[in-house]
């Protein structure tokens, strides 16, 4: 465990920016990760550097060069860490608008047939492909989740995969029940019926809990928002396969090697995400002894997965004397309380309590938290479970069981307060 090593924790939370106050509001618990995790120190300085760089990309002097070499360090950085070998990786404007890229590439360029999906999709993957059939006139098939796990597996989606499924779309990881998805066995359970299916995965939840294996998946393309996993909004990262980098896409006309990026990138975004790469590399080197980097970024996220999972074991069935959320009267666990599936976060509601006045209470006692509302966001998954909204608690591996300990002792006085009103 991450915490058992004498002076690692106090580590790895002094390379992260406001790790335990908020420039706002003054001393706080981060339980909003979900929402964007903490940013490295590391990529705030870069980002500072490169924004005061005047140079662009292919020009002939040093500066240009320069560029030119950070970029291609950070696509070497994401093979490693995504374990990508093949294929490519650019950046965009964000995660959502990089979905929204591939999943037209793909809908637009594959010949008549069906588009496959599943309701446990944030609306980032959904609404692109959605839009696109439309236009395209394919019909477009969303397999029902599972309510009571809160995940969706390749059981579901078999019943709807047919020889001419082109597209398909895979989400990761649930930012709104937390649980994961076995993307490789969804994947193979497609390539059986249809094996030249274009799929496409929505990573964006699932990147800073570490495990990234694309290698593994037997995709087509894989997204991440970086701000999510440590670095800064303003880009996403993209990996597309050589398939669907075959398929006709937008670009420049006649610009040479058909490349998926629009106009000239932002070499400090590149070069955060390079920052990220090496923080991972860096945990990997405290939890293990590992000799080569790829191997010690899977220890990292080996390592991740399981300090989240103990923080949210704490969280739900109590720490030192605290008892834990399924212990609470009136409080109900999305997804169930053992749920292996779990990714460090954990939704609840409050009887007699709405979810945004938990959320100001817990506020109120220096932990933040965030309402998921049953709205264009997370509709699909609380309307099912006649909830109009839920307390999204979401943890990362720089929280600690005292921060979760604080947490529940907010939680106790608040659900006593509510039950004895």
């Not at 395209?136 to 995969?161: F, M, N, Q, R, W």
């Amino acid at each position: 465990m991450l915490m058992e090593k004498p002076g690692l924790m106090d580590a790895i939370r002094g390379r992260f920016a406001h790790v335990d106050s908020c420039p706002f509001e003054g001393p706080r618990v981060f339980f909003e990760n979900a929402g964007g995790a903490l940013t490295l120190n590391s990529v705030v300085e870069t980002s500072a550097k490169f924004a005061a760089i005047p140079d662009n990309q292919g020009r002939d002097n040093p500066a240009a060069k320069a560029l030119v070499a950070f970029i291609d360090k950070a696509k070497d950085d994401m093979r490693v860490f995504f374990n990508a070998p093949q294929g490519q990786f650019f950046v965009g404007e964000s995660g959502t608008e990089l979905l929204f890229r591939l999943i037209r590439t793909a809908i637009v360029g594959t010949p008549e047939g069906r588009v496959l999906g599943s309701t446990l999709e944030h609306p980032a993957s959904r609404s692109a492909a959605r839009h696109w059939a439309e236009v395209a006139g394919k019909p477009h098939i969303l397999v029902a989740h599972d309510d009571a796990t809160g995940s969706v597996g390749p059981e579901h989606y078999a019943p709807e995969i047919t020889p001419d499924t082109r597209v398909a779309t895979i989400l990761h990881t649930s930012p709104v029940t937390g649980m994961g998805v076995d993307v490789a066995a969804i994947a193979a359970e497609i390539r059986k019926v249809s094996p030249d299916c274009i799929i496409i995965v929505d990573g964006i939840q699932h990147a800073a809990h570490g495990r990234l294996d694309i290698a593994s998946y037997d995709v087509d393309g894989y997204v991440i928002s970086p701000y999510k996993v440590f670095s800064r909004h303003g880009y996403g990262v993209a990996w597309v396969s050589d398939r669907l980098h075959a398929v006709k896409h937008e670009h420049l006309i006649d610009a040479p090697g058909n490349p998926w990026e629009f106009g000239t990138r932002d070499t400090g975004a590149y070069v955060t995400f390079s920052d990220v790469v090496d923080y991972f590399d860096w945990l990997g080197a405290q939890v293990s002894d590992a000799a080569d980097r790829r191997a010690r970024i899977v220890a990292a996220g080996e390592a991740i997965h399981a300090h989240e999972t103990r923080l949210t074991e704490a969280m739900i069935h109590g720490v030192g004397n605290l008892k834990g959320l399924k212990d609470m009267e009136g409080v109900t666990i999305l997804g169930g309380i053992d749920n292996p599936r779990r990714e460090g976060l954990v939704s609840i509601t409050v009887a007699g309590l709405p979810a945004p006045e938990v959320v100001t209470q817990l506020r109120a006692r220096g932990i933040r938290t965030h309402t998921r509302k049953a709205d264009h966001y997370s509709g699909n998954i609380l309307t099912p479970l006649g909830l109009d909204a839920a307390v999204r608690v979401s943890m990362c591996h720089y929280n600690t069981e005292a921060e979760v300990a604080q947490f529940l002792q907010a939680m106790r006085e608040i659900t006593e307060a509510a039950e004895a009103a």
